[in-house]
T-cell receptor, first 112, second 116 residues
């Protein structure tokens, strides 16, 4: 599975847009990019998944350049409740019975 | 949405005892379930993949005789930590895959195990 590199931590303020970038230079042709959110003492929660270009849902956007060697999770107008660890995963689609490999994640801290 | 539960949410036990953790898919049938372990301030580490009706597949370095996994039905997988020791204290999380072309794994809330 492709290895991912993310910043260990990021700080932001309420109302700002937060962009977390993940590098995955060895991404394979069949690999998807998936982001999960985890609060302390809770299981991860699926945020978004994409293969190329841009994907948007009700909580986030995922930007993937043409070479797919990196991706950026964009959280619009963050609030205190967005303080969590965000994991970038690269591999087969998160379903399909495929095992997931979690990297170190990015600890996002949102302040007033 | 699909919900996965775990029981218990936390457990404290004495060294040498065995502890069973249940993972249930509440509103869907899970063909595959996964078990993870997470130590404080660290990422999730996959322990094993559990398929209904067959033996679990363990990741390298995970002792299958110590971490017994049973996936007897499409809605329940259990992880038994046998002869637990303080170093087994961790946060154990399961995830479930629905199958049938669905493209997402759903995670349980986790179980905090503390071995005294």
């Amino acid at each position: 599975l492709a290895k991912t590199t993310q910043p260990i931590s990021m700080d932001s303020y309420e109302g700002q847009e937060v962009n977390i970038t993940c590098s995955h230079n060895n991404i394979a042709t069949n690999d998807y990019i998936t982001w999960y959110q985890q609060f302390p003492s809770q299981g991860p929660r699926f945020i978004i998944q994409g293969y190329k270009t841009k994907v948007t849902n009700e909580v986030a956007s995922l930007f993937i350049p043409a070479d797919r060697k990196s991706s950026t999770l964009s959280l619009p107008r963050v609030s205190l409740s967005d303080t969590a660890v965000y994991y970038c995963l690269v591999g087969p689609p998160s379903g399909g019975g495929n095992k997931l490999t979690f990297g170190t994640g990015t600890q996002l801290k949102v302040e007033l | 949405g699909a919900v996965v539960s775990q029981h218990p949410s936390w457990v404290i036990c004495k060294s040498g005892t065995s502890v069973k953790i249940e993972c249930r898919s509440l509103d869907f049938q899970a063909t595959t379930m996964f078990w993870y372990r997470q130590f404080p301030k660290q990422s999730l580490m996959l322990m094993a993949t559990s398929n209904e009706g067959s033996k679990a597949t363990y990741e390298q370095g995970v002792e299958k005789d110590k971490f017994l996994i049973n996936h007897a039905s499409l809605t329940l997988s259990t992880l038994t930590v046998t002869s637990a020791h303080p170093e087994d204290s961790s946060f154990y999380i399961c995830s479930a895959h629905q199958g049938g072309g669905h493209n997402e794994q759903f995670f349980g809330p986790g179980t905090r195990l503390t071995v005294l």
